[in-house]
């Protein structure tokens, strides 16, 4: 019965799309007079050889090619949901010739990229599924088969794959929608950096969930894609709902991008290996809607060092973290940073790591497992 509904599923958003694509995307193209530029080789291809000098600088062109592709392996999405997933594997895959995330690996590289990511209400922290926990990944798999444009079983948006993207060192940079975004655009492709995007199907209107810490806007009909070229007309798009190539039109791209806080993310390859957020905001996030003054935190000093503590309080306060107390820890052998908070916190952890991490540490463990009955709402110890 299980194996029937997933069949039928699949089968509803099969025929859903070929009603879309009537409206969205327009006749594919033969693509002619399209520059076409080889993957680079990198140290996961058996042809890499010792010539090849990875993140060499090209001087920008001060004149745009008029149409410019980039070729991308097309791939089929494994779950009705996770087309983000197989959006981001087709991309680390171009970059690093991975063959974890070859085409033909693509359920089990999916899953590797979806294990990573926080499970949140919240799709600019974590994988929004359900209105229960999901308290195993096996439940998380399940439910990403449920019927695709709904709110509760929804999908993720595009802030935490900056950080996704960081760790196979990849740069992805935000391009939000103004009076340039389609020349930046087109200049990302040109610089054969690949461009995902967050896109709206149908026409279901979005709605406002009400968290413990605010309100997140769920964008029903949530799609991701690869933008991999483009011509005079519109862009060429890998969908991954269908496993194909097809050709949206600029205007129709930005229509349906519009609804996200952050449709575009420029992913190239991160020569100098540094993680870096250029939009980062402090005290109330804008992207994720969290207020870093809300929870009380205690940062306990783990190690020897005198002040490390207080560093820590110090360099948290100028993110608009709101610090109760310090104090020393239980004992003096903790390693690198250690992050506790209660459940009804879980979504600053997402938060919390991410600052952290940019201003120079180590984040060893960080887990939703604090008591209720504590007077703390998160904890945090400076290990060595």
């Not at 449920?146 to 999908?155: E, H, K, N, P, V």
């Not at 461009?195 to 769920?218: F, N, Q, R």
């Not at 005290?283 to 000093?301: A, C, H, Q, W």
């Amino acid at each position: 019965m299980r194996h029937e509904k997933i069949i039928i599923g699949v089968l509803a958003f099969v025929s859903f799309y070929m009603v879309f694509w009537l409206w969205f995307f327009d006749t594919p193209k033969s693509y002619k007079n399209t520059v076409n530029i080889p993957k680079k080789l990198s140290s996961f291809s058996p042809a890499a050889n010792n010539n090849l000098v990875l993140g060499d600088k090209v001087e920008p062109q001060q004149v745009l090619p008029v149409s410019y592709k980039i070729p991308l392996d097309p791939r089929r999405q494994s779950f009705n949901l996770s087309c983000e997933f197989a959006a981001a594997s087709s991309i680390i895959f171009h970059f690093t010739n991975n063959p974890s995330f070859a085409v033909v690996n693509e359920i089990e590289a999916e899953k590797k990229l979806i294990n990573k990511m926080w499970i949140s209400r919240n799709p600019n922290v974590g994988i929004r599924m359900g209105l229960a926990n999901v308290m195993s990944l096996d439940n998380l798999y399940s439910n990403l088969n449920q019927w695709f444009g709904g709110a509760d079983y929804y999908g993720i948006h595009a802030p935490p794959f900056i950080d996704l993207f960081q760790s196979y060192h990849l740069t992805a940079k935000p391009i939000y929608i103004n009076d340039s975004t389609i020349s930046a655009i087109k200049e990302a492709i040109s610089k054969n950096h690949l461009v995902m995007a967050w896109i709206k199907i149908g026409y279901a209107k979005p709605v406002d969930d009400e968290l413990s810490y605010g309100k997140v806007k769920i964008i029903r009909g949530e799609h991701a894609v690869v933008v991999n070229g483009y011509d005079e007309s519109g862009v060429i798009v890998m969908d991954p709902a269908i496993g194909l190539e097809r050709h949206v039109g600029y205007s129709s791209l930005l229509d349906a991008s519009m609804p996200f806080p952050m449709p575009f993310l420029e992913v190239s390859e991160n020569v100098d290996d540094k993680m870096s957020w250029d939009n980062l905001t402090v005290g109330f996030d804008t992207l994720t809607g969290i207020d870093r003054s809300i929870p009380k935190i205690f940062v306990e000093n783990g190690t020897r060092i005198t002040g490390a503590a207080n560093q820590m309080r110090d360099v948290l306060k100028d993110f608009g973290y709101n610090i109760n107390s310090i104090s020393n820890a239980d004992n003096f052998d903790y390693q690198d940073i250690g992050i506790q908070a209660k459940k009804s916190f879980s979504d600053f952890l997402y938060i919390l790591n991410r600052d952290i991490k940019l201003a120079g540490y180590i984040v060893a463990s960080s887990s939703a497992d604090l008591g209720d009955d504590e007077g703390k709402d998160m904890v945090i110890v400076v290990g060595k």
